[in-house]
């Protein structure tokens, strides 16, 4: 009797251990998410009394489209205005710059975002400028590089490919090992645009991250490469393009040439927008809204 | 004693359970096996597909042109499947020749004392990350190809500097990670050589070396062949070590040319990737897919040419 209890324990024994075993990753993953939840939770707790303390509960709905560049930051800021206030529902369509632009002149969306300066024309038609937050790209060397300073011609020709040696611009006698990002990266699309050389460049490494970009140059002698602004430190030297520095107040500026705004173009001045509109962009200019455009590696305007 | 016994003394009902039991567990395990590859092999299918209608099979695997986010897109691989064919049969020459001789070291000639070192050796080197491969590649093997690059390029002035970051750095990482593979594999077949093949050619006067090469080798033949075909399939497959060191420039694959691999290609650019563009790089991993299952295919035909050996 004892034996067939042992037998029918040690059965049991192993079978749950068995299922323990089977389901221990499903566990973790749902641990993981309650935890999760929690989090947001708490979040929204959090944001709920800040701002119980000044707005009413809105609710309704803000449409954007626009600049595909500018899909981390629309994003980004569409998901935090929903947490901040749950009723309403932010809608972003990617569908680039000058579309957005015309469907929000045509008032079919609230938003149009464009990843440049507007033109005349757009503006003619009732699209207002207004400026964001601005991208910034540093061209980054070694530190053995005695070049400081390229013009926009230098810097185009060295990525198609046209320059390859740093002697024909200023420097030593070292062949040019030219670093970039891979293709569908944002960073690469807007250096290219910028320098209008898209599908012209020649890389002879592309490197699918930020930081590994900053590695290879740092490490390579005579290579070069593009890197967002907010990640520059010591271990490269970036270069003053056409003379001016790469720096935030360059860029606020305008003298930097590697830089682009970020428009969120409304029809008329957001005074005369919908209150909502109004309300996403007091939001987007809070201290918050601006941790939110640097914590997507931008500079807020 | 009465602790162990329960499965002797135990009725007939409590061991027909546990046999039972045992059974199902085991045939639950060997079917998620199955289940696994069962599901991926059809999600490559599906998600591999759709590029192949869209865009043409024809200008993906023969296009030689990559420009995924171009205004006229072009979506060509040839040149990458030609860097996995050739950078995995160059890897193949030069780690296999090492490979084989450090086996039969290792087998053969080694001395208790010296073996006792390489043998961990081969066992860790078997272990290392393949990330870990990579940053070595880039910390010392670039800057000493980029030495020999800049040398030999010097007054070249078409050549585009990589750096370091070519076919020849993504070969020899590829040739040393495929070393414990072909050594281990290679090793275990030579010493399943039967003892009486060695003795009976050292007998007639052959010396060592002799019989290394002229008896215990071609005994020992499909074992190797099937370390050759494990090391294609690791080489291949390869991605983390070599998306570090090969430069990813997708480029025809000439030794100092900044190139991509099948497996590069996916990961470097998925992060991002929308749309066709997104959908061409599951057809590359399908491609990859296939190239896997021919090596399986192949190394199925090559054990079982062995058995044959081994009967007769």
Redesign the interface.
């Known amino acids: 009797m004892k034996k067939k209890i042992k037998n029918v324990i040690v059965l049991f024994l192993t079978s749950a251990l068995f299922v323990v075993a089977l389901s221990a990753c499903s566990t973790d993953n749902s641990k993981e998410d309650s935890n999760q939840s929690l989090d947001t939770n708490d979040t929204r707790d959090i944001n709920k009394g800040k701002d119980n303390n000044f707005t009413k509960d809105l609710s309704g709905s803000i449409t954007m489209s626009g600049s595909t560049s500018m899909e981390k930051l629309a994003n980004v800021a569409a998901e935090a205005f929903m947490v901040e206030y749950p009723g309403v529902i932010v809608s972003a369509e990617f569908i680039g710059s000058s579309a957005g632009v015309e469907a929000v002149i045509a008032g079919t969306v609230d938003i149009g975002n464009a990843s440049r300066n507007l033109k005349d024309s757009e503006k003619q038609s009732g699209a207002v400028e207004n400026i964001i937050a601005i991208d910034g790209i540093a061209v980054i060397v070694d530190k053995a590089n005695t070049v400081t300073n390229l013009t926009k011609d230098q810097l185009i020709q060295i990525y198609k490919g046209e320059v390859n040696n740093w002697s024909q611009v200023g420097g030593a006698d070292q062949p040019i090992v030219v670093v970039g990002r891979e293709s569908g990266s944002g960073t690469r699309g807007a250096f290219e645009e910028i320098l209008e050389i898209e599908d012209m460049a020649k890389y002879s490494n592309e490197i699918n991250s930020t930081g590994g970009v900053m590695a290879k140059v740092a490490s390579t002698e005579g290579a070069i490469g593009y890197v967002s602004l907010d990640v520059l430190d010591n271990s490269v030297i970036a270069v003053n393009l056409e003379g001016v520095e790469a720096t935030p107040e360059n860029i606020k500026a305008g003298d930097y040439l590697l830089s682009r705004p970020f428009v969120m173009a409304t029809k008329g001045e957001i005074s005369e927008q919908n209150d909502l509109v109004q309300i996403f962009f007091e939001y987007m200019k809070s201290d918050e809204g601006k941790a939110l455009i640097e914590s997507v590696g931008l500079i807020s305007a | 004693m009465?602790d162990r016994s329960?499965?002797i003394?135990?009725?007939y009902k409590?061991k027909n359970?546990?046999e039972k039991?045992a059974g199902v567990?085991f045939t639950l395990c060997a079917l998620f096996a199955v289940l696994a590859v069962f599901s991926i092999s059809i999600y490559m299918i599906i998600s591999g597909t759709p590029a192949i209608f869209e865009v043409g099979l024809k200008d993906i695997l023969f296009g030689r042109v990559?420009?995924?986010?171009?205004?006229q897109p072009s979506y060509g691989i040839l040149y990458i499947i030609l860097t996995s064919i050739i950078g995995t049969f160059l890897a193949i020459l030069i780690g296999v020749p090492i490979g084989v001789l450090t086996a039969v070291f290792l087998a053969e000639t080694a001395p208790r004392s010296l073996a006792a070192i390489v043998k961990p050796a081969v066992e860790l080197l078997a272990g290392i990350p393949s990330v870990i491969y990579g940053l070595l590649g880039?910390?010392v093997l670039?800057?000493f190809i980029?030495k020999m690059e800049?040398a030999l390029?010097k007054d070249d002035?078409n050549?585009?500097?990589?750096?370091?970051?070519n076919l020849i750095s993504a070969v020899l990482v590829l040739a040393i990670m495929i070393l414990p593979t072909v050594i281990n594999i290679s090793e275990s077949s030579l010493r399943a050589v039967p003892h009486y093949y060695k003795q009976a050619s050292l007998a007639l006067g052959a010396t060592h070396i002799q019989t290394i090469f002229r008896v215990l080798i071609p005994a020992a033949k499909s074992g190797i062949v099937t370390a050759i075909v494990l090391g294609v399939g690791r080489a291949i497959g390869e991605a983390m070590a070599i998306?570090?060191v090969a430069?990813?420039?997708a480029n025809f694959p000439l030794p100092f040319n900044?190139v991509?691999f099948l497996t590069t290609a996916v990961?470097?650019?998925m992060?991002?990737?929308?749309d066709t563009?997104r959908d061409v790089l599951f057809t590359i991993g399908l491609v990859l897919f296939a190239f896997i299952i021919l090596i399986n295919l192949i190394l199925n035909k090559v054990m079982k040419g062995g058995n044959k050996d081994g009967d007769s």
């Open positions: 009465s329960f499965s003394i135990g009725s409590t359970n546990i039991v567990i990559w420009t995924p986010n171009a205004a880039i910390l670039n800057p980029y800049m390029f002035p050549h585009q500097f990589t750096g370091g970051s998306s570090l430069g990813n420039g900044s991509r990961v470097s650019e992060s991002y990737a929308t563009h």
